[in-house]
Nanobody, 121 residues
């Protein structure tokens, strides 16, 4: 059974930082690209960042470039999202996903349950 479990969310003031983790089990993690998505209240889910199997190909949505960093540790079956200079607009439920290709679009096979990130002004 594949499981993706996110952690590290919480409440932070604008300008602060959080580090999200997504621990994977039940799949060959080293063979999967990983992505982070988020969904704010009343909005559709949107792409945040993705990282390829090797870690060499990394994608970000424009609004987080220079503030967020995605990374992975294949030995720990974990992908991370370091979020700095957080803004109230970053408030959302953050989801990790696993799929064959690092992409901004659909195609991810597995999804986590999400972790809430709230940024106060």
């Amino acid at each position: 059974q594949v499981q993706l479990v996110e952690s590290g969310g919480g409440l932070v003031r604008a300008g602060g930082s959080l580090r999200l983790s997504c621990a994977a089990s039940g799949l060959a993690f080293w063979n999967y690209a990983m992505g982070w998505f988020r969904q704010a209240p009343g909005k559709e889910r949107e792409f945040v960042a993705a990282i390829s199997v090797t870690g060499f190909n990394i994608l970000y949505t424009d609004s987080v470039k220079g503030r967020f960093t995605i990374s992975r540790d294949n030995a720990k079956n974990t992908v991370y999202l370091q979020m700095n200079s957080l803004e109230p607009e970053d408030t959302a439920v953050y989801y990790c996903a696993a799929g064959p290709i690092a992409t901004q679009g659909p195609g991810y096979d597995y999804w986590g349950q999400g972790t809430q990130v709230t940024v106060s002004s």
